[in-house]
Antibody, heavy 118, light 111 residues
Framework: EVQLMESGGDLVQPGGSLRLSCVAS????????MSWVRQGPGKGLEWVSC????????YYADSVRGRFTVSRDNSKNTLTLQMNSLTAEDTAIYYC???????????WGQGTHVIVSS | QSALNQPASVSGSPGQTITISCTGT?????????VSWYQQFPGKAPRLIIY???NRPSGVSNRFSGSKSDNTASLTISGLQAEDEADYYC???????????FGGGTKVTVL
């Protein structure tokens, strides 16, 4: 059974940084691209970033490019999102997803909450 | 870059058939068969229910079906049930430096 467990969400001040993690199990992690998708309060889903299985390719939404960095450690089955220069618009539930690369999001974690507020 | 366009809400009575549309462009839905649909209940994570326009993952009811015509994809729910009341999102591959895009979501209400 695929399991994705996010962590690292917190209350952070505007301009601050946060590092989210997602530990995966139940599949061969290195064989799959992974994404971060977020959902603001009362809003729809917004794709944030994705990374290929061997970390050779990364993509970012315009709203986070230059501020967020996605990475992965295949030896630890862990996906990471480093978030810098946070603003109130980054307040959301952040989901980690197992992907069919660029085609679909097969499995989703339960999400971790990020609140950016002073 | 804009999101895919979905109606904000669709409603139907139990047993009826409803359809949710998802309109994109020639850079996404129109040119690629990588349309997927997700179901989300309040307070829960989304779940994949349709991929590659028409395919259902194991365990998804055959009351859910997908189709596509030109730049518009559709999700049809037949024999609508109370348990289908949820938010539904379409998504597609997009040929750009932002290769994933979602629709704004559609709230399905069972009357």
């Amino acid at each position: 059974e695929v399991q994705l467990m996010e962590s690292g969400g917190d209350l952070v001040q505007p301009g601050g940084s946060l590092r989210l993690s997602c530990v995966a199990s139940g599949f061969t992690f290195a064989n799959h691209g992974m994404s971060w998708v977020r959902q603001g309060p009362g809003k729809g889903l917004e794709w944030v970033s994705c990374i290929s299985g061997r970390s050779t390719t990364t993509y970012y939404a315009d709203s986070v490019r230059g501020r967020f960095t996605v990475s992965r450690d295949n030896s630890k089955n862990t996906l990471t999102l480093q978030m810098n220069s946070l603003t109130a618009e980054d307040t959301a539930i952040y989901y980690c997803t197992k992907d069919q690369w660029l085609e679909r999001h097969d499995s989703w974690g339960q999400g971790t909450h990020v609140i950016v507020s002073s | 870059q804009s999101a895919l366009n979905q109606p904000a809400s669709v409603s139907g009575s139990p047993g009826q058939t409803i359809t949710i549309s998802c309109t994109g462009t020639n850079s996404d839905i129109g040119d690629y068969n990588y349309v997927s649909w997700y179901q989300q209940f309040p307070g829960k994570a989304p779940r994949l229910i349709i991929y590659e326009v028409t395919n259902r993952p194991s365990g998804v009811s055959n009351r859910f079906s997908g189709s596509k015509s030109d730049n518009t994809a559709s999700l049809t729910i037949s024999g609508l049930q109370a348990e289908d009341e949820a938010d539904y999102y379409c998504s597609s591959y997009r040929k750009s430096d932002m290769p994933r895009v979602f629709g704004g979501g559609t709230k399905v209400t069972v009357l």
